[in-house]
């Protein structure tokens, strides 16, 4: 089974800063690599798939890269409706996994 | 719209049987997979399989096989999960997933979840 890693678990930034959140797996998992964003008390939502792709709808301040074992999803400059929980998944190996998760909180 | 609607919450004993429905709305249901995913209180995101929507063959991850059956309902657009010989470990908000456009593994919309509690 893929390990994903997520670091920071809790990271605390003012609206308009920059975010960036890592997300590194246990063996390569290629570009197959993707984030979600969960809000408190909602489903999660899915932001961007195989590494770099933004899924419908979600804003051009989200973006991913990386490849192999070490991926990141950058927020370019925090909203205050961007305070949740972002969750990293491969989809390289089954089982599918997920990371541990890194909270964003808005100052 | 694109939606999954579960059904509510659920409190149950240990041992007892429990069925969560998710009604999809908006696109052809048979067009995509249904995941699967448990998060339990406070914890991460944890995949419990899938099921394919033309066949009804269901694909379940280590650690749930046995207990967990994932079936559907073409005719009403409703995938079911059911957990039989519930544990207090079960305790947990399970969600559906629809598949992401071309893609099995990526999961796009999900419902809004369905907490199972299992407590004597």
């Known amino acids: 089974e893929i390990v994903l890693t997520q670091s920071p678990a809790t990271l605390s930034l003012s609206p308009g800063e920059r975010a960036t959140l890592s997300c590194r797996a246990s063996?390569?998992?290629?570009?197959?690599l993707g984030w979600y964003q969960q809000k408190p008390g909602q489903a999660p939502r899915l932001l961007i798939y195989?590494?770099?792709n933004r899924a419908t709808g979600v804003p051009a301040r989200f973006s991913g890269s990386g490849s192999g074992t070490d991926f990141t999803l950058t927020i370019s400059s925090l909203e205050p409706e961007d305070s949740a929980v972002f969750y990293c998944?491969?989809?390289?190996?089954?089982?599918?996994?997920f990371g541990g998760g890194t909270k964003v909180e808005i100052k | 719209q694109v939606q999954l609607v579960q059904s509510g919450s659920e409190l149950k004993e240990p041992g007892a049987s429990v069925m969560v429905s998710c009604k999809a709305s908006?696109?052809?249901?048979?067009?995509?997979?249904i995941n699967w995913v448990r998060q339990a209180p406070g914890q991460g995101l944890e995949w419990m399989g899938w099921?394919?929507?033309?066949?009804?063959?269901?694909t379940y991850a280590q650690g749930f096989t046995g207990r967990f059956v994932f079936s559907l309902d073409t005719s009403v657009s409703t995938a079911y999960l059911q957990i039989n010989s519930l544990e207090a470990g079960d305790t947990a908000l399970y969600y559906c997933?629809?598949?992401?456009?071309?893609?099995?593994?990526?999961?796009?919309?999900w419902g809004q979840g369905s907490l199972v509690t299992v407590s004597s």
């Open positions: 998944q491969q989809r390289s190996n089954w089982p599918l996994t």
């Open positions: 908006g696109y052809t249901f048979t067009s995509f997979a």
């Open positions: 195989d590494a770099s």
């Open positions: 997933a629809k598949a992401f456009a071309n893609y099995n593994d990526w999961f796009d919309p």
């Open positions: 063996q390569s998992v290629s570009r197959y």
């Open positions: 099921i394919n929507t033309i066949t009804g063959d269901p």
